[in-house]
């Protein structure tokens, strides 16, 4: 049973949003996309975002792909323990396998996101492929 208070990005990232800061991790259909997770880049604790940005990058054995930003923010913590074992993500991407927590700067922006059901609904509309600098990419 997948969380109900997580909200979700157009880009497959979803943010947990707790008073004024937010917990950030990749959806489990992306997920499930990339396969076993292979390599993860994020940056370190005190980056400011904006949202969209760019903040990292993914690998898994099936397809890679860039992480945005969900919300803007600084960057609080990161999840040293996805950084040194990624697989994590696999077993829990929306609990044990978050990225980082934020302060984030406009809590209006989680308007923008989605719930779980328009996300579901958005990813089932794109047949399961992740747009990607400008390419849709099928799994």
């Given at each position: 049973?997948?969380?109900?208070?997580?909200?979700?990005?157009?880009?497959?990232?979803?943010?947990?949003?707790?008073?004024?800061?937010?917990?950030?991790?990749?959806?489990?259909?992306?997920?499930?996309?990339?396969?076993?997770?292979?390599?993860?880049?994020?940056?370190?604790?005190?980056?400011?975002?904006?949202?969209?940005?760019?903040?990292?990058?993914?690998?898994?054995?099936?397809?890679?792909?860039?992480?945005?930003?969900?919300?803007?923010?600084?960057?609080?913590?990161?999840?040293?323990?996805?950084?040194?074992?990624?697989?994590?993500?696999?077993?829990?991407?929306?609990?044990?396998?978050?990225?980082?927590?934020?302060?984030?700067?406009?809590?209006?922006?989680?308007?923008?996101?989605?719930?779980?059901?328009e996300y579901e609904a958005l990813w089932e509309k794109s047949g399961g492929s992740v747009r990607d600098e400008g390419e849709e990419v099928g799994d």
């Amino acid at each position: 049973m997948l969380p109900e208070d997580l909200l979700y990005s157009e880009d497959h990232e979803w943010a947990k949003i707790e008073g004024n800061e937010a917990y950030i991790g990749l959806s489990h259909l992306l997920v499930k996309y990339l396969g076993d997770i292979v390599k993860l880049e994020l940056p370190e604790a005190e980056e400011e975002l904006q949202q969209t940005m760019e903040l990292g990058f993914i690998a898994g054995r099936k397809n890679a792909k860039e992480i945005f930003a969900p919300l803007s923010g600084r960057i609080i913590e990161v999840n040293e323990e996805v950084v040194e074992n990624p697989k994590i993500i696999n077993d829990d991407p929306c609990g044990k396998g978050w990225l980082l927590r934020m302060v984030m700067y406009d809590p209006e922006e989680r308007n923008s996101l989605l719930s779980l059901a328009e996300y579901e609904a958005l990813w089932e509309k794109s047949g399961g492929s992740v747009r990607d600098e400008g390419e849709e990419v099928g799994d």
